[in-house]
């Protein structure tokens, strides 16, 4: 089973413009699990582990077994860029 978190970032209203530009996905299944700090989607045979708070809109009683349809934007949480690989070069004989 392969778990896949993507976490669901609310915007700050100074930061909505820039976040409009961000392209939104759709997961929908069967809800597997609820906590106050993400829902677990049953996707196929994966678990989608969506992260949510206070701010994100919930319509309808969220519960296990309720099948959901899940708006999501991917953010990084963190980026870390890695030194570029040595190039080794080959002498002619």
């Known amino acids: 089973m392969l778990a896949v978190f993507v976490a669901v970032a609310a915007f700050a ?15 929908t299944g069967p809800v597997l699990e609820v906590r106050s700090d993400a829902v677990v989607v049953k996707k196929g045979s994966d678990n989608w582990e969506i992260a949510k708070d206070a ?15 899940i708006q ?22």
């Open 72 to 93: 999501y934007r991917m953010t990084a949480a963190e980026i870390e860029v890695q030194p570029a690989a040595a190039t080794t070069t080959k002498k002619k004989k």
């Open 13 to 27: 209203a100074g930061y909505a413009y820039a976040a409009a530009a961000v392209k939104t996905y759709q997961v």
């Open 55 to 69: 701010s994100t809109k919930v319509t309808g009683d969220l519960k296990v077994g309720a099948k959901v349809k």
